[in-house]
């Protein structure tokens, strides 16, 4: 077992330099900013739940987070981590006008195939709140959320 143990640990440079160390945490750091800007685009399903979530101001965020780590990180990365970020902020930015673009996918309750009416009524009914407090028609355009486009 321990002998399972080791070879599952493999995978990260325990033996290696620090800077071997430091290159794979920040690929790692990268690509889970990047799952999680997917998630909330709705492009990937939640891990846990297998739902699709639609998040766009959350999904900004963390394209915002990794803009930024760009910025601040410049001239001091090596050439694959500085591709391996401007090929994931590339992809992110795609993927989010498309998101923003196309309309937000149907919300179905697909892991329980018993409460398809259960998972209809709560999607439902949160349409109705947030179409009763605009009083207004143009008011919703007054309240954008995503000033920048990618």
């Known amino acids: 077992m321990n002998d399972s143990h080791a070879s599952d640990n493999d995978n990260m440079p325990v033996s290696g330099s620090p800077e071997e160390m430091r290159s794979a945490l920040f690929a ?4 889970q900013q990047s799952s999680m800007a997917m998630m909330l685009m709705g492009k990937t399903p939640h891990p846990e ?5 639609r ?15 760009e910025f601040k990180t410049k001239g001091n990365l090596n050439q694959e981590e500085a591709a391996l970020l401007k090929q994931g902020l590339m992809s992110l930015r ?4 498309e998101s923003v673009d196309s309309p937000p996918p149907p919300a179905k309750s697909r ?10 009524a709560p999607s439902a009914e949160p349409k109705n709140p947030a179409a009763a407090p605009s009083v207004f028609p143009g008011e919703e355009e ?7 486009k990618y």
């Open 111 to 120: 892991p329980e195939p018993g409460a398809p009416s259960a998972g209809a």
């Open 142 to 148: 007054t309240h954008k959320k995503f000033t920048k």
């Open 28 to 31: 790692h750091m990268v690509m």
């Open 55 to 69: 998040d766009l101001e959350a999904a900004k965020f963390f394209i915002d987070l990794l803009e930024m780590l």
């Open 94 to 97: 795609m993927a989010f006008v």
């Open 49 to 53: 739940t297998g739902q699709v979530v």
